[in-house]
């Protein structure tokens, strides 16, 4: 895509679907969307940790992005990754509902969807974004 019509920079050429997203906007949304889920499990009393993207952003730069220089953001992950630990089924529901309660009265968007009494796993979704829990 070099020298086309499209003032592309090397980067952005590399990776196109990368181009449809603002990296500083959605790191800010990302931010957002860790910070509600993080509140949510601590109110839950859920042992949890970030995984795949989530936890190699955190690791490597501190934070969900870091800055490369030179106006590229390394935006490591489109979602966030946590990994829920329990012991039980019965432990797995509990927490599935206060964590769906609990979003339920965070009046920043989220919405769960569908209810943890239908399935097992269930995927919460945000104006952020989706995490699975």
Known sequence: ?????????????????????DPQL???FLRTALEDTIFVLRACKANFFPDGGA??????????????????????????????????????EIISQCVHNQLDDLTKGWRCIPSPSKVT???LIS???????
């Open 1 to 21: 895509m070099h020298g086309s019509q499209f003032d592309l920079t090397w980067w952005e050429a590399e990776n196109l679907t990368g181009t449809l997203y």
């Open 26 to 28: 959605a790191d800010q």
């Open 55 to 92: 936890l190699i952003a955190l690791l490597r730069y501190g934070a969900l992005s870091g800055d490369l220089g030179g106006g590229v953001v390394d935006l490591v992950d489109k979602d966030i990754d946590i990994q829920v630990l329990v012991q039980t089924q019965e432990e797995f």
């Open 121 to 123: 796993s269930p995927s």
């Open 127 to 133: 104006h952020h974004g989706f995490t699975n829990v």
